[in-house]
Structures are given as C-alpha cells and as structure tokens.
C-alpha cells in the first residue's frame, strides 16, 4: 500500500513553456500532498504544501505565480512550471501525506518517482 | 528555523556495520524520518521516531534522543545495494507537518 504515481516520469521543453506535472496517491486519499525539488547531489528542498480544496502554501523565496499548484481532489495534485526557463530544469518530487484514523503514528509522507524536468 | 546535520559521504565494506548520525535543532520536533536514496530515484521511507529510543527494522534501526537533537542510523550486514544517499528529515509541528531535509549522507559500500 501507500503508492504514490508522478506524470510524466521526464519532459523535456522549450524554454517559455508551461509544464504540468501531476501527483497521484493510488490506494490511499491524502489531504496533504508536497512538492519539492531537488538539483543534482543535492537534498530535497520543500517548495509548497498542497491542501486540498484550497490554496497551496508556498516556502519562502518560491514564486507562486511561477509555480501553480491545485490540489482538486484527494488524490490528484499538480504543479505547472509556467514560462519554464533553463534554470527551472531539475527533479522534481511530490510526496503524500498518509494519516491513518486515531493512528498518529501511520503519519508518514511517501514520495511518488520524481519527474526530471530539462528546459532548452 | 531548522538546522539539520549530517556528514556528507561515508564509505563501508560489505558485510559490515555503519553509523549514519544526524544532529538536528529545531522549534517544533514532531518525529524524525530516516529516507533511502538511489541516484535518479525517489527517497523510499525507512523508519520512523517520535519517542526516545532504539527502532528496529530487520538490517535497519533508528536511534533518537530528543534532549541531544541526535538521531542515528544503522545498517546491518551491509549489501552492494545499500549504495545510496541517506536522508534524515525532521517534521515540523507547525505548518501542516511538514519535512525538513537534512543534505543527505551519500553512502558507497564496497566489496
């Protein structure tokens, strides 16, 4: 249990493009879901927490017009990379947030397979 | 804010045991997350403290003193496949739980 899809797996995009990438708790419902980024030999770097059914929280420094993010169910959420430039090329990763009932110690984020992101 | 330390690399042989430490500060402590990391891939969850103490799991256990800010992971019985970066994240009370990532511990067993 406690899978976690990401789409697509790599893009590869023109820079001045847009690109969504899309997370997916399979066999569980998450009201939380996180997205992060993380550049080579480097650690996981929060960007936002993704709420579902309302505005996503974004980390200091992370531009939220650049950066979308809609978490329109409880087990869709997605980030779209708007007018993506080089820079914004790296692996990106969502996790989700699994909390069972009455069971505070099931709480635990499992991460979904990243996307790697290269822009032109 | 956070501050989470870890060392950078660590080299063992196979068969062997390893100590990965992470010494952390924090001003919302509500768990400490150990995370496996294979080049190219996502982090796979390994163990689990909120409580002081020794969590075993199989040729994994997780150690954490709460009134040091220490925390440590060992691995048992060390296989080639255990070539991964090791990453200790602390979760924040505040802001709905959220990760804070240590830089990782690259780890490279040889034979």
């Known amino acids: 249990g406690a899978v976690v899809s990401q789409h697509p797996s790599w893009v590869i995009c023109k820079s001045g493009t847009s690109v969504k990438i899309e997370c997916r708790s399979l066999?569980?419902?998450?009201?939380?879901m996180f997205w992060y980024r993380q550049f080579p030999k480097q650690s996981l770097m929060l960007m936002a927490t993704s709420n579902e059914g309302s505005k996503a929280t974004y980390e200091q420094g992370v531009e939220k017009d650049k950066f979308l993010i809609n978490h329109a169910s409880l087990t869709l959420s997605t980030l779209t990379v708007t007018s993506a430039h080089p820079e914004d090329s790296s692996f990106y990763i969502c996790?989700?947030?699994?909390?069972?009932?009455?069971?505070?110690?099931?709480?635990?984020?499992?991460f979904g397979p990243g996307t790697r992101l290269t822009v032109l | 804010g956070q501050n989470i330390d870890q060392p950078t690399e660590m080299t063992a042989t196979e068969g062997a045991i390893v100590q990965i430490n992470c010494t952390y500060q924090t001003s919302g402590f509500n768990g400490l997350f150990w995370y496996q990391q294979h080049a190219g891939e996502a982090p796979t969850f390994l163990s689990y403290n909120v409580l002081d103490g020794l969590e075993e799991k199989g040729r994994f256990s997780s150690f954490l003193s709460r009134s040091k800010g220490y925390s440590y992971l060992l691995l048992k019985e060390l296989q080639m496949k255990d070539s991964a970066s090791y990453l200790c994240?602390?979760?924040?009370?505040?802001?709905?739980?959220?990760?804070?990532f240590g830089t990782g511990t690259r780890l490279l067993v040889s034979p």
């Open positions: 996790s989700a947030r699994l909390l069972l009932a009455g069971r505070p110690n099931t709480d635990t984020q499992y």
């Open positions: 994240a602390v979760r924040d009370r505040t802001g709905f739980q959220k990760l804070v």
């Open positions: 066999d569980f419902q998450a009201t939380t």
